[in-house]
């Protein structure tokens, strides 16, 4: 008798997240990086894959050059999609020669609970704090010309000679 793991019929059936780091050659201008990214939503999509986020770190400078660059543009992508998806892509890396280097990686499915339960205790924070509105004609407080300070005298001993 052939027996399945329940978890493993759980992922089998949904599509699997992934989370793809890769660097863009920082030499381009940023239109020019847009639209390299565009590319990688484009081929993602193309595939049936699902861009769910996108945060972009900026230009870093490399602790050692990478293909004779000092500096790159860092890019992290979260997305969803079939398991032949991740070849599709890393095919795509390798073909534009403005990607330097890259990596993708599957989710943890308890790193991507922990994550939901963060965003969820975040969202249930900002909630909880009360909006407060503020009124810059009621905050600015009138100011008093301010006096010289005084300056302290002490009274004189007299010396008994």
Request: aromatic share 6%; glycine share 4%; no cysteine.
């Amino acid at each position: 008798m052939l027996h399945v793991h329940k978890e493993y019929s759980i992922m089998a059936v949904g599509p699997k997240m992934y989370e793809t780091a890769f660097i863009v050659n920082a030499g381009l201008d940023d239109p020019q990086i847009e639209a390299v990214i565009e590319k990688v939503k484009e081929t993602l999509t193309k595939h049936s894959g699902t861009v769910v986020d996108i945060n972009k770190w900026g230009r870093k400078r490399f602790t050692y050059p990478i293909r004779k660059k000092n500096n790159g543009f860092y890019v992290i992508m979260e997305f969803s999609g079939p398991g032949d998806l991740v070849a599709k892509l890393e095919r795509h890396y390798q073909l534009d020669e403005n990607i330097l280097r890259y990596l993708t990686i599957v989710m943890d499915k308890r790193a991507l609970k922990a994550k939901a339960q963060r965003i969820a205790e975040a969202a249930a924070a900002a909630a909880a704090e009360p909006a407060r509105i503020v009124d810059p004609a009621a905050e600015a407080v009138p100011t008093a010309p301010v006096a010289a300070p005084a300056v302290a005298t002490e009274p004189k001993k007299e010396v008994n000679s």
